[in-house]
């Protein structure tokens, strides 16, 4: 957990809630509410472009140029790829000074439908791959300016952007006061389940909107390995095994056909098996009961387009009883060159730990390990399930009332996040009753809905002009 930054004060655990408030409010003398409306590009801003490529430079070559495509097709998937550029803009931002752990890339969608492991469907935080300890307000400002390029995308007008910006601040403003006010353990056990979900909704969003909503709770618990077992699999030569989809997905074998098979399948057994040893012990215990018995490489997303990402397909009782897991190269957070490095040596770690951290309920099967690859390059990687009950929001498809009341619902969630790890009662005491914060926000995602179109443009010129090489168009999988 981050501390509080100021030597002079005691950690918040030892301080009484009245000097954490008071501590809140006096952040605003280092940072205004008000100051947080300013964007301005710093004026050696580092060449966005430049960022990609450092990043894609450790990326599967060949993969690199899926994500330049999906980058190019609009502003809002360019945003979704880049998380480390608004991290280098973020960098010399105003700052509180008060600490959380941090998502890193808390756009709109990677908010979603996920399962706990007692089954019940909650709404939460799904994609930590750059969490780590940092200004709490880097992240409201990433789901704020995310709202706007959507909403723009769908010609939304400047005064219904800024009502579904204000409106999701204003619910986590809101929320966090009321997490200062609660209890340790009742800030642990707060979470957003499928009837809440449904409370909101009837509350809050149009009839049309609660259509959607309930459809969407109905199709997220049909995502699940059996479903992924359907869609992903066929039986060869009598045998279950990934059925190729290049250049998305692409089974072991066709992928290194030069390798003997059976030898690969040794290494990801032992990948598991090891694995496993970073699970409770009962979670273990059941994984052991399932055999892996085939393996591919997914392209996923659109910011983790280029990065290994691994399949594993396993059956339990019989040959009908699949359990679908992923395993995911986590390299150094784009968040560590601002806010400093990891405390955990394993990347895979990092973000299993961030995870486990901000949700209300993890994978049951989250773990991580390190791996020696067959180029002899050594990798940290974390592993969870594929699938599991799964929905993700179709922002393309949401009218400004629909986009307002899916903001509010982030809004919340993000504040349950930061109140588990942050000084709740001090974040609480800087944002105040009023809404300077929530206009300021508002402001502040337009201005980066600008820097974010320009550099959009920059990289659809570099594709054209020949400096970034794009595959034709490829749809990213749902």
């Known amino acids: 957990m981050a501390k509080d930054q100021n030597p002079e004060t005691r950690p918040a655990a030892q301080a009484t809630p009245e000097e954490r408030a008071a501590r809140g409010r006096a952040a605003r003398r280092r940072a205004p ?74 756009h709109m969608l990677n908010f979603r439908l996920l399962a706990s492991p007692e089954r019940q469907l909650l709404f939460d935080i799904n ?12 992240d409201v400002k990433r789901l704020s300016a995310s709202l706007v390029i959507a909403g723009r995308a769908n010609g939304f007008d400047d005064k219904e952007r800024a009502e579904i910006v204000r409106a999701t601040v204003r619910q986590y403003r809101e929320a966090m006061a009321r997490f200062a006010g609660m209890r340790n353990l009742d800030v642990w056990y707060a979470r957003m ?45 009598g045998r279950r095994r990934i059925a190729a989809d290049p250049p998305l997905l692409m089974p072991i074998s066709e992928l290194l056909p030069n390798i003997e098979r059976d030898a690969l399948m040794t290494l990801f057994r032992s990948l598991v098996t090891r694995y496993g040893k970073t699970l409770p012990s009962d979670r273990r215990y059941l994984l052991q009961n399932f055999e892996l018995v085939d393996v591919a490489r997914k392209v996923v997303g659109v910011g983790s387009v280029g990065t290994r990402c691994w399949i594993f397909l396993m059956l339990g009782r019989d040959g009908q009883d699949p359990l679908f897991m992923q395993a995911k190269e986590a390299d150094t957070s784009v968040l560590a060159p601002h806010v400093g490095a990891s405390q955990y ?10 995870q486990r951290l901000m949700q209300a309920a993890s994978d049951m099967f989250l773990g991580w390990e390190r791996v020696d690859g067959i180029d002899g ?15 993700i929001a179709v922002a393309e498809n949401m009218r400004p009332a629909g986009m307002q009341a899916f903001g509010a619902l982030c809004g919340f969630t993000l504040a349950r996040a930061h109140a588990r790890s942050g000084d ?4 609480a005491a800087y944002l105040g009753g009023k809404d300077v914060f929530d206009h300021a926000l508002a402001e502040f995602a337009e201005a980066y809905a600008d820097q974010n179109e320009r550099d959009h443009r920059a990289l659809v010129d570099a594709v054209q002009d020949g400096r970034l090489p794009a595959a034709d168009p490829v749809a990213e999988p749902r």
């Open 33 to 106: 509410r008000s100051s947080h409306a300013e964007y301005r590009p710093a004026k050696k801003r580092p060449d966005p472009l430049g960022i990609l490529e450092a990043q894609s430079a450790k990326r599967v070559p060949e993969l690199v140029p899926i994500r330049y495509s999906r980058m190019s097709e609009s502003p809002f998937r360019f945003y979704r790829g880049a998380a480390a550029i608004m991290a280098s803009d973020l960098a010399g931002s105003p700052d509180s000074g008060i600490r959380a752990q941090l998502c890193g890339d808390a």
């Open 127 to 138: 994609d930590f791959d750059e969490t780590l300890p940092g200004p709490w307000e880097w």
């Open 193 to 237: 389940d499928s009837d809440m979900l449904q409370e909101l909704a009837a509350e809050r969003a149009p009839k049309r909107g609660q259509r959607g909503l309930a459809q969407a709770l109905a199709k997220a618990r049909t995502r699940d390995s059996l479903q992924a077992f359907e869609k992903l699999t066929e039986v060869v030569d």
């Open 345 to 354: 040596r394993n990347q895979g770690e990092r973000v299993v730990s961030g």
């Open 377 to 391: 390059k050594r990798r940290d990687f974390y592993v969870r399930q594929l699938r599991d009950w799964k929905g």
């Open 424 to 427: 709740r009662i001090a974040i």
